[in-house]
């Protein structure tokens, strides 16, 4: 057996004792209703067990990690599925320090699931070893991804710690137009996760029934000498086709509930890497998502956040809210050094320059931004409960924004990521 083929191994084991590890969490904080006896010990045993679970797994993540960097012969974040895997296992280590730090069982909760969907969402791109193009091959792409990865990794852990505390604080007694808006928008920070869920399941079940469609699409490719000219490249569809490439003619699509071609086509507008075919993902994530969400709420007959909260009556709100800012603390810093300067001096050894207006670089800058007014805000106007929780929220989906949504909508020199 290969390095490769060990590491693919060493990942499927992590994933298994993420999704082990989250079933565990879920009996330590939902079982200690039905513990008569001695609820507390319930949570703490269960708890205990799942933190174990979650390490072990971490350790075979780690495992990949390593394996695949020796048999490959250069560290594995040079494309999406690598890049993905090793944020996944950044944002376990950052579970760790913080948990260690505050020893909160509902963090682990709530920290899970995202792994888990992040985990699922790397194993969606191609997994094979690419070989590195010159740019990527230094050691300052190293050091500049790892630690933007680490950055971003608390911010997930604070993202989650933010969460809880929304549906903690949730008020369902009040009819109060301020109430029933943060029980309207908490619930659709719900959904947004339901959505990225909706993708994985959406994606994984058409990839099994083996569903294809095929485009032929006419792109402008630009010389190195400013000339452009125009050539054809086949584009192919995992998913019902939605929504066609830019500027394509159809050359085999499979037939899907009578949908034998794409209802629109993608707009000239969107000219990053594979815009038509993301955008058809895009749309398919939503409308499984949407699914996904009505059937849950079919099931309980409530919303998703008044299932949630019962359990979370016993957590204090402020706890919450310290474990969220110290995450993000932890993060800034981390984040400024490998998205900000150590980016900088990659983008001069590669491209000759420290700053191009590149749109992840863009990004990078409107993520740092955002988070130093949070900091800001928080610590010198004042702002903490609810507001600060938002922030956080929000903040994470602009993370998010930047190492997925960037590579949809614009094109430029980091688009070699979306491969």
């Known amino acids: 057996m290969s390095w490769i083929d060990f590491s693919g191994d060493a990942f499927l084991v992590a994933f298994l004792l993420y999704c082990l590890s989250f079933i565990a969490y879920m009996i330590a904080v939902g079982g200690k209703r039905w513990s008569n006896r001695n609820p507390e010990g319930h949570t703490a045993r269960w708890g205990k067990i799942a933190f174990v679970t979650a390490v072990v797994g971490w350790v075979a993540h780690l495992t990949f990690f390593t394996t695949r960097w020796i048999g490959s012969g250069h560290i594995p974040t040079s494309n999406m599925y690598e890049f993905m895997t090793f944020l996944t296992m950044a944002i376990m280590l950052a579970f760790i320090v913080v948990y260690f730090i505050y020893r909160n069982t509902l963090l682990g909760a709530f920290t899970m699931p995202l792994v888990i969907i992040i985990a699922a969402y790397a194993s969606v791109f191609p997994s094979e070893v690419q070989p590195l193009i010159p740019a990527l091959n230094s050691i300052w792409l190293r050091i500049h991804v790892t630690t933007a990865a680490l950055g971003e990794a608390f911010f997930a852990v604070g993202f989650a710690a933010a969460l809880i505390q929304l549906i903690r604080v949730v008020d369902f007694t ?10 309207r928008w908490t619930e659709i920070s719900l959904v947004i996760i339901i959505m990225i869920v909706g993708f994985l399941v959406a994606v994984f079940a058409f990839r099994g029934a ?21 050539k ?12 066609s490439p830019y500027k ?13 071609e794409a209802l629109f086509e993608a707009p000239s507008w969107m000219n990053g890497s594979n815009a038509g075919r993301k955008l058809n993902t895009v749309i398919w994530s939503i409308i499984t998502g949407l699914i996904i969400y009505a059937l849950m709420r079919l099931i309980a007959r409530k919303p998703l956040i008044a299932v949630i909260h019962p359990h979370l009556t016993d957590i204090d709100a402020e706890d919450l809210e310290e474990i969220s800012y110290r995450a993000i603390a932890i993060g800034f810093p981390i984040f400024t050094l490998g998205a900000l300067i150590f980016a900088m001096i990659w983008a001069q050894i590669a491209w000759s320059r420290f700053w191009g207006w590149d749109p992840k670089e863009v990004w990078a800058l409107v993520t740092w931004l955002f988070y130093s007014a949070y900091l800001h805000l928080r610590l010198s106007r004042g702002w903490q409960g609810t507001r600060s929780a938002w922030l956080a ?3 994470f989906l602009v993370v998010m924004f930047t190492l997925v949504g960037v590579n949809l909508i614009l094109s430029g020199l980091h688009s070699y990521a979306g491969v």
């Open 232 to 243: 054809t490249r086949e584009v192919t569809y995992s998913l019902p086709p939605i929504v």
């Open 248 to 260: 394509s003619e159809v050359v085999a699509v499979q037939s899907f509930l009578g949908m034998d």
């Open 174 to 183: 009040s009819e109060e137009k301020a109430a029933r808006r943060a029980r």
């Open 210 to 230: 083996g569903y294809e469609a095929k485009f032929s699409q006419q792109v402008s490719v630009e010389n190195d000498d400013g000339t452009s000219y125009t």
């Open 393 to 395: 929220v929000i903040g």
